[in-house]
């Protein structure tokens, strides 16, 4: 059994009646709550802080997320008392607060260090898995706007996914950087499967259209319709999407979009989800999100590498420690490929980032395009 242990008010507390973190590669301020078992009528006034204190929640001595109390309720009848808190990561602040840098630009910078600059100001680190990007030349920041938002925009341009850490750092990552346990159908391990498929959100042809200004050298016809075109024929019938692409582009820039898509959204189609005893892998590390596992399961169909979106960490009385894990093709979570308007704000970045999002697709799958 994980010794589970808040730190809250410089007092250290143990002992609860449920606990639940929730992490993801999709979110980049991790979710918490807690409900403690019953406490001294003394404890309650201290358990029972208010929002905004600082607060650590540990699995031994791995932290699981480092926040801030966003909400506490207290439930009192003439007999019991029950009080609980949540909250998020550190990071939340990133996504509500406006940035706090005095100039709104920023010249001769590299995607980290501007990240590291937005951050600093409200107590975040950044923690980067793929190094410091890019030298941007210049690049402007809007009055009012989150620091997030303008950090989600270099990460879309690096080509890079933006979550957190249990320690309340942003973390910039790509897709699938580990790997974890082994899940074959019939362990003891695991409880529950469910393997979902949909194709609400799926198309069998992407076209997107967009455009850009012209030059001496290209005029009207030229610019005016910029456009590309992806499938996917995962149907016989057809099933078109039209895109619009934000911001100037060039053909290449569509196709791109195009097939980012089609990719996505091929990905992003099919999710198991697993119930799993324990919280951490064979290794003794936390079953965090961002790892691929290979799942072996033959009533689905299923014998490869997924990745880990999401991992639901909880605790509770009746079924003790467990994580729910949210799987999907890699393929679904390479991020959008950036538009001509974010390429224009460093140098020399329109190679790389053609580069970085190139061919990542379903094994199964291979984009074809106009």
């Known amino acids: ?55 650590q929640l540990l699995a031994g001595d791995d932290p699981l997320v480092t926040g801030y ?25 990133l996504i509500k607060c406006s940035h706090l ?8 910078i590299t995607h980290y260090d501007l990240a ?7 107590g975040v680190g950044v923690v980067s898995l793929v190094g410091d990007g890019e030298v941007i030349d210049r690049i402007r920041i809007q009055a009012g706007e989150p620091p997030f938002e303008v950090i989600e925009r270099l990460a879309r341009e690096w080509g890079v996914l933006v ?11 790509r897709a699938g950087q580990g790997r974890g346990d082994d899940l074959v ?41 910029c456009k590309a075109t992806a499938y996917d024929y995962w149907t016989t019938d057809r099933e078109p999407l039209l895109v619009r692409a934000e911001g100037e582009v060039d053909d290449a820039a569509c196709l791109r979009r195009a097939r980012w898509e089609a990719a996505s959204r091929a ?47 909880s605790l509770d009385k009746q079924d003790g420690e467990r994580v729910e894990q949210v799987l999907a093709p890699a393929s679904g979570y390479d991020p959008e490929p950036p538009t001509k308007r974010d390429r224009e704000q460093a140098r020399n970045r329109k190679a790389k980032a053609t580069k970085s999002n190139g061919a990542s697709w379903l094994p199964d799958w291979t984009p074809e395009e106009d």
């Open 1 to 55: 059994m994980e010794d589970v242990t808040l730190i809250l008010g410089g007092k250290r507390w143990t002992g609860w009646t449920s606990v639940t973190v929730e992490a993801s590669i999709t979110a980049a301020a991790r979710s918490w709550s807690v409900t403690p078992t019953t406490l001294a009528p003394d404890d309650a006034g201290t358990f029972a802080a208010a929002p905004g204190t600082a607060v």
């Open 69 to 93: 109390v966003e909400s506490h309720g207290i439930d009192e009848t003439a007999t019991s008392l029950g009080l609980s808190l949540g909250g998020r990561s550190k990071t939340l602040r």
């Open 101 to 108: 840098h005095p100039t709104c630009e920023a010249r001769r």
């Open 116 to 122: 590291a600059d937005l951050a600093q100001p409200f």
């Open 163 to 173: 979550s957190d850490t249990g320690d309340g750092d942003l973390l910039l990552v």
């Open 185 to 225: 159908y019939g362990s003891a391990a695991v409880t529950s499967w469910r393997y979902a498929v949909s194709s609400a959100d799926r198309y069998t042809e992407y076209k997107c259209v967009g455009q850009r200004r012209g030059t001496d050298a290209q005029y009207a016809a030229a610019v005016a319709a």
């Open 267 to 313: 990905g992003r189609a099919t999710t198991l989800t697993v119930t799993e005893r324990g919280w951490r892998y064979a290794d003794g590390t936390l079953k965090e999100p961002n790892v691929l596992r290979r799942v072996n399961w033959p009533r689905a169909g299923l014998d490869g590498d997924l990745l880990v979106v999401s991992t639901a960490f």
